[in-house]
Every structure is written in structure tokens, then in C-alpha cells.
């Protein structure tokens, strides 16, 4: 199904009929494409009650690495994708008093799952979506017709600036019950939880996830050991630590290799991690015992694994 904005809503039935395996608020789905040899994760926005059907959307981004463009090409009526799921790495508080849901764009879609939850459980929750321009404003119909329309607040980047996101109007007051809820492009992302943050909010409140990131993977060559395997390895200036454990024969499962999935999370036993992903908290990065090794190096001379 067409919608706004270059994004397409996609609808994934068991092909051999029967019910959806259940899901959770926030959950996603990875999607695997053959022609590409790549699996990319996409955020389901149907409602976690749906037995049906997994729903998500998909922006046609040309700047990709080509996933979103091989979906919109193969996405068809009667095509058979494989998928592996639903998995969920942006669990939803439902014990908070106040939710505050941002959306930035494509990151409306894990919202719309988590607003969907709220209401049928009588939750107190706002939906703040922003998009540069109502024409291209996605879900925006079903946003406006749905059961609790009263709580979407629309912000258009090119009407009266009034009308845009005001942290500093829009975000309550902060408390242990209030939660905040953030998707949507890096700058968008990182704007609410700096300022969110600077307000008061306790980090462990401000859930966030990254859909992409800009990771640097370059840095000084070290070593590798492989302690339960017996191996030990150099990772390039230019290399991974995925990539030179997949030549030296060691399987570690990699999905999103930007170190926003977390599917690649490796115990490290000794070292210094140079963590460059977007999964971890920082509790877990200063705790220093697991990395994601897509994408994140290290500080010192050598790595130890327990792999």
C-alpha cells in the first residue's frame, strides 16, 4: 500500500495461512533480501493485537545501501519474503503515568504500534510526528481517523514555525513515571534526547532507536583472540571485527552492520572497547563486557572474545 512521503506500507501474511506469531509495542521484524544478501529490520506499526498480518513501513531512501529500494521493487501482491521475528529491542513502559511518543519522519512507525497499545490499556500518552510538509506526512489519515486522534499532535516544518516542536513547550515536566519515547533521523534524535535530557530526564527514561547511523569504522589495526575457538586474528585499519572473523571462519551472526540492531552483541572477556554503536547504553558501554562487532573497534592493542 502506497502512502506519503515515498513510503510504502507493507503488509506480511503467513503463507501458509494461521495466526502472526505475537509481538510487543516496538518490536520489529528482520527482513531478508536475497538479491542483496542482506537482512534489514523494520519496525512494525500494526497494532500489537492484530492476529492477522505484520504491517511496517518502508521509505524509498535513494541514499541507502540499496535495502529500502530492493523492497519497494519486490514488494509486490503474493511475494514471498523470508523474515525472522518479531524481535524487540524498544520495549514499551507500560507502567508509566506519561508517555511522550517523537516520531521524525520514517520513525513514526515504531509509534504508531506504541500509541495503538497505550490506548487500548487507557494509558495517558501524546504523539508528537513531525514531517517537512503535511503532503508527505505518512499514516497521516489513519493518524486523523483513528481512536485517539485527540492525542496526535502533527508538526509541519514548513507552516507557521507555532506549530513546530517546542521541547521546551511540548515535553512535561520531568518525573520517574513520565517516559519518552524517540525515533527518527540522527539530528532529530539526538536534538530531543540532548535537550530532554539537559531538562532532567533521566537517561534510563528516554528510550530511543536508531534506525541508521553514521558510523566511522576506520581506526589503528589490532588484535583479536578467539578464546574459545582457539584463534587469534588482526582487524585491519579498514576492517571489521565481523568481517575478519567471517574470513577466519568464525560465524558471528551480523544483520544491520551499523551497530543499531544488536544481533552481532559478542561477550569480551579482556580489553578496551572503542564502542561506535547505537544499541548500547551507556550503563552497558561503561560496563565493558559485551560489544557489537559490526561496527565497534578497540582502544588497546588487543580484544579477547568469548567466542
Not at 39 to 62: H, M
Not at 272 to 288: A, P, V, Y
Request: hydrophobic share 35%.
Amino acid at each position: 500500500m502506497d502512502d506519503r512521503g515515498g513510503i510504502s506500507r507493507i503488509r506480511f501474511v503467513p503463507e501458509n495461512g494461521g495466526d502472526i506469531l505475537p509481538f510487543a509495542a516496538g518490536a520489529h521484524l528482520d527482513l531478508y533480501l536475497p538479491d542483496l544478501d542482506m537482512w534489514r529490520q523494520y519496525s512494525l506499526c500494526s497494532d500489537p493485537a492484530e492476529t492477522g498480518f505484520y504491517e511496517i513501513g518502508v521509505l524509498k531512501d535513494p541514499n541507502s545501501r540499496g535495502g529500502s529500494l530492493k523492497v519497494h521493487e519486490t514488494a509486490v501482491e503474493g511475494a514471498v519474503f523470508t523474515v525472522e521475528g518479531p524481535r524487540n529491542h524498544f520495549p514499551l513502559d507500560e507502567t508509566a503515568q506519561t508517555t511522550v511518543l517523537l516520531g521524525g519522519g520514517i520513525g513514526i512507525t515504531p509509534m504508531i504500534a506504541m500509541a495503538k497499545r497505550l490506548h487500548a490499556i487507557g494509558k495517558d500518552f501524546t504523539l508528537h510526528y513531525c514531517t517537512r510538509s503535511a503532503d508527505v506526512t505518512a499514516f497521516r489519515d489513519a493518524l486523523e481517523s483513528c481512536g485517539f486522534a485527540d492525542k496526535v499532535v502533527f508538526h509541519f516544518d514548513d507552516q507557521d514555525p507555532a506549530q513546530r516542536l517546542d521541547l521546551t513547550r511540548d515535553l512535561p515536566a520531568p518525573s520517574a513515571a513520565t517516559h519518552l519515547y524517540v525515533c527518527g533521523p540522527q539530528g532529530f534524535m539526538d536534538w530531543v534526547i540532548e535537550t530532554a535530557e539537559a531538562a532532567g530526564h533521566a537517561s534510563a527514561n528516554v528510550h530511543r532507536e536508531y534506525f541508521s547511523a553514521d558510523v566511522d569504522l576506520s581506526g589503528d589495526s589490532f588484535e583479536v583472540e578467539c578464546r574459545e575457538s582457539g584463534v587469534t586474528l588482526t582487524v585491519g585499519s579498514d576492517d571489521t571485527i565481523a568481517k575478519a572473523l567471517a574470513r577466519a571462519g568464525i560465524k558471528v551472526e551480523v544483520k544491520c552492520e551499523e551497530g543499531v540492531c544488536g544481533t552481532c552483541l559478542t561477550d569480551v572477556l579482556e580489553g578496551e572497547i572503542d564502542h561506535r554503536d547505537q544499541f548500547l547504553t551507556e550503563e552497558e558501554r561503561e560496563d565493558g563486557d559485551v560489544m557489537c562487532v559490526c561496527c565497534s573497534r578497540a582502544k588497546g592493542p588487543k580484544l579477547v572474545l568469548d567466542i
